[in-house]
């Protein structure tokens, strides 16, 4: 059991990083969607930030998605390693 809450802490930590990473590009002017980085950053996170942001879409020009969708992570990756502590 402790080997799945071990890769679930792995995917948890690589998730958070890439939404962490998301953030970062978009800083960057002048860097496009067509940029492989970019895209791939997108692909992987978009599952997790698009419902997201269809419930809550950007207010004020300021996208809390990202921040809303490492809270519900962390609370899906807390909520899933106590329910695996407890088998």
């Known amino acids: 059991m402790l080997e799945l809450v071990h890769l679930l802490d792995v995917v948890y930590r690589i998730l958070n990083l890439l939404i962490f990473v998301r953030i970062i590009l978009t800083w960057i002017p002048g860097l496009s969607m067509g940029h492989p980085v970019v895209r791939l950053v ?3 996170t978009a599952p997790i930030i698009e419902p997201i942001r269809r419930l809550m879409p950007p207010a004020g020009g ?3 998605s990202p ?3 490492v809270m519900l992570l962390y609370l899906a990756r807390n909520l899933l390693v106590d329910v695996l502590l407890a088998l």
């Open 62 to 64: 300021f996208d809390l």
């Open 67 to 69: 921040m809303v969708a």
């Open 42 to 44: 997108h692909q992987l």
